[in-house]
């Protein structure tokens, strides 16, 4: 029988019947194994647990039993992303309990019900199904997040590193603490609204908290004793120095990242009791960001090695703080140091890389799908929600410009930061009278924008193309990327287009740069055989009702000159050569050297007289270099049919120099069809 | 004999098993399958060995299966049975054997009758 579904379905059950019984009733729908007891599931699962979508798993069986393999499940953390429902006869509800702590999803008493078992495999795999997806869209969030963060940490830990001999790993160390200790805080008190953005947030800008220390004086910041009173003010102007360097921040001053460090840094050495600096704050008034970055700072520095003190145990760290040693801190941050002691003294010794990483993720996935009695649409706002925040987050941090153009409102609609870039409104109706839009975005934007509206389809729903826009008055290349945004009706219309522009100025001269060398030669600055094939299909693609005439010619005796005068002066020649004929022709020409001392022009010509050209350019060419007397030979071909090809005219002109060369060089031919016979041999 | 008449013998409930197990095909298959399981054998002899722990397996299993089936009477028994054998009741459970002897003896007479009456 055709299955309906690919999932697999392992059922684990001692009595063949009642694998029998349950395999009957789901195997028309899924792949169904069966185990016989727990030792051989476990077997099955070790070789193939990722397979499975779903464990159907007895409790009373030999060998091993039902929370055996859960207990197994759990320390291989299987059971974290393949459901267990329990099938049993048991109804002791401690038996029960006990399998939904060591992580069973359900639990289904015997005798069941076919359409209750069903209901609840499909329910349960369905919603794994779910929640694997969400858990994609998370990780991946939050490796971009990391990345961001990490960046950052790194970027500063070398700078604090690099200035003030303490090791980078304090600002890490920080970091992995103040989370530890707010994700504790917001377990005990919503006073503080700890959020898993803002925990996160928080946990990015503590990164910052000692920026204010490229600040002071290199002797104070590393002198190995004790600090005079006048050293140690001077000293505790990094506070205030750090805080001074973000509000200089005038693109970001709104970012709430920016905002966190900023209270970070100004007030991570305020005290509960008041008698802290710079600005004497006292309890709550210091903001809960560098309350909790305080304790992590004085908990690291303790524990740390310092140039005027050895490392001090964690246990006596935290006595010390605990007892007021150390400074003041608000009672409840003391009782999550008590309580997340042991996590903090492991996470601060074994580093906070990947298993911190993890565990983030985990905390995602638990935050947005298991918090309590939510539902599935509000945990998809809060999803949603959490998407936006990330959105607006990135937004302000990035130097694009991004747009959203509402159809039907006709209403364009940019990022904060895009919108102080172009100097526009946030929003703008009728988008297309704004002049200050055309100024910025040029003329034509408007009808460009129609136009990608007009050419779109659902199935192709993006375009980006490059451009040269002015946008605050420099003219520089940006990339331009849209997407429309289709209904999902039978006949579906454009909702909207989002869209951003990227500078990618650098970026595209450094390529244009690159390829102009590319089709070049590197000696004359002329252009090479590759390039001329390149500009030929251009302009006789793109002007074919011109006419053109194409001249071929070498210099007269040039390996003599090499011979005689050496290389270097060789090359001189060559580039004499080049520029006289850079001079000589006009800038719809080309010219390329298209061999050692062999040249070509393509003559661009429309009105002209093509025989008085060439006399020009003929003469220019020639004239001595130092003590050589340099002329050429040339042979012309011109157009005598519009049809005829560039590979005719090359081959003709190539014969009419042939025809110089025999007659005494220092001399030009036109070709005619006599030469065509005559001399080609 | 029909299916329900089988289960009146047995002391079942067959509207019960029928409205669980939606199919009469199924319900038939796994009838006639019972007593090729060799729990009931197991049982016995882990009794008769002293192994308490397996013969509460053998127990659970049969009593399991029983329900499946809603073999009420014999489901009754042997639910008795493995309670006192979870318990390490060695005495109680010997009490408590005779009467799933009975009722299992009953049981799988009847589904004889029935295998014959089909010709299965």
């Known amino acids: 029988m055709q299955k309906l579904r690919h999932e697999k379905i392992l059922i684990v059950d001692d009595s063949e019947m009642n694998r029998a019984i349950l395999a009957d ?116 969030q939050i490796s971009e997040k990391e990345q961001n963060s990490s960046m950052m940490v790194d970027i500063l830990s070398h700078i604090v590193e690099f200035r003030n001999g303490e090791s980078g790993l304090h600002i890490l160390h920080v970091r992995t603490i103040t989370e530890l200790l707010l994700r504790c805080l917001a377990r005990k008190t919503d006073r503080y609204k700890l959020t898993e953005e803002n925990i996160s947030v928080i946990s990015m800008a503590s990164a910052l908290h000692d920026i204010g220390k490229i600040g002071i004086d290199d002797k104070i910041l590393n002198k190995p ?57 006292k309890g709550d008034e210091i903001p809960i960001c560098a309350q909790i970055v305080a304790l992590a700072d004085v908990y690291d520095a303790l524990t740390s090695v310092r140039v005027y003190k050895p490392p001090i145990p964690p246990e006596e760290a935290k006595r010390m703080i605990m007892e007021g040693q150390c400074g003041a801190f608000n009672p409840l941050i003391l009782e999550c140091l008590e309580e997340e002691f042991e996590q903090i003294k492991d996470a601060v010794s074994h580093g906070a890389g990947e298993k911190a990483a993890r565990r983030e993720i985990r905390r995602f996935a638990d935050a947005a799908l298991h918090s309590k009695a939510i539902s599935a649409s509000e945990r998809t706002l809060r999803l949603l929600d959490y998407e936006r ?83 605050g008055g420099n003219l520089r290349w940006y990339s331009v990327i849209m997407r429309a945004i289709w209904t999902d009706d039978v006949s579906p219309s454009i909702e909207s287009v989002i869209g951003k522009l990227v500078d990618v100025h650098d970026t595209h001269m450094a390529m244009s740069e690159l390829k102009e060398k590319s089709i070049r030669d590197p000696l004359t600055g002329l252009l090479n055989r590759e390039g001329l094939d390149e500009e030929l299909s251009n302009k006789f693609v793109q002007f074919p009702e011109r006419k053109y005439a194409v001249a071929v010619f070498d210099i007269d005796d040039f390996k003599s000159a090499n011979d005689v005068y050496g290389h270097q002066f060789g090359d001189k020649v060559l580039r004499e050569i080049a520029e006289r004929l850079i001079h000589a022709t006009r800038m719809h020409d080309l010219c390329a050297r298209i061999g050692g001392d062999e040249f ?72 005619d069809d006599s030469m065509e016979t005559g001399s080609a041999g | 004999m029909t299916i329900e008449q089988c289960y009146d013998a047995l002391g079942g409930d067959y509207a019960d098993v029928i409205g669980r197990l939606k199919s009469e095909r199924l319900v038939q298959k796994f009838v006639l399958k019972f007593t090729s399981d060799g729990s009931y054998r197991l049982l016995k002899d882990s009794l008769a060995e002293g192994n308490v722990e397996e013969a509460f397996r053998a127990a659970h299993t049969i009593k399991g299966m029983c329900q499946n089936l809603s073999f009420t009477r014999l489901a009754k028994s042997s639910s008795a049975l493995t309670e006192a054998l979870r318990a390490g009741d060695a005495e109680g459970a010997k009490a408590l054997v005779p009467a799933v002897d009975e009722d299992y003896a009953l049981t799988v007479q009847a589904i004889a009758g029935f295998a014959d009456s089909i010709g299965a």
């Open chain 1, 25 to 140: 009733m789901l195997s028309d729908e899924y792949d169904v194994t069966e185990a016989e007891d727990g030792e051989e599931a476990l077997e099955v699962l070790k070789n193939k647990g990722a397979e499975f979508s779903l464990v159907l798993l007895d409790i009373v069986m030999p060998k091993k039993n039902g929370f055996d393999v859960l207990s197994e499940m759990n320390r291989t953390r299987l059971i974290e992303d393949l459901p267990v429902i329990m099938v049993s006869a048991e109804t002791a509800s401690a038996q029960i309990e006990k399998a939904y702590e060591l992580g069973a999803t359900d639990f289904i008493m015997r005798p069941f019900d076919a359409s209750i078992v069903h209901r609840r495999v499909v329910n349960t795999i369905f919603l794994y199904a779910k929640q694997r997806k969400l858990l994609n869209v998370i990780e991946e």
């Open chain 1, 225 to 281: 004793g004790r600090l005079t009173p006048e050293e140690f003010a001077l000293m505790k102007e990094h506070s205030v120095i750090g805080a001074n360097m973000l509000e200089g921040l005038s693109a970001h001053r709104e970012a709430v990242l920016v905002r966190r460090a900023y209270e970070i840094c100004r007030w991570h050495h305020e005290r509960w009791d008041g008698k802290g600096y710079p600005d004497g704050l």
């Open chain 1, 389 to 471: 925040m990330k959105y607006a987050f990135y937004a302000e941090l990035t130097e694009e410009i991004q747009f959203e153009y509402k159809v039907d409102d006709n209403l364009l609609v940019f990022s904060s930061a895009g919108a102080k870039k172009l100097g526009v409104a946030n929003e703008i109706v009728n988008p297309e009278t704004n002049s200050r839009l055309k100024e910025q975005l040029g003329q034509d934007w408007f009808r460009q924008l129609r136009g990608f509206l007009r050419e779109t389809s659902p199935d192709a729903p993006d375009c980006r193309y490059e451009c040269e826009l002015a946008i």
């Open chain 1, 600 to 671: 070509l022009i393509v003559f661009d010509y429309d009105m002209g007289d093509i025989r008085a050209i060439v006399a020009r350019v003929f003469k220019t060419l020639c004239g001595a270099v130092d003590d050589f007397d340099l002329t050429v030979s040339m042979g012309v071909a011109e157009m005598t049919e519009p049809t005829e090809r560039y590979e005719q005219l090359f081959h003709k002109a190539d014969l009419a120099l042939y025809v110089s060369k025999n007659s005494g060089k220092a001399t030009y031919n036109f070709y």
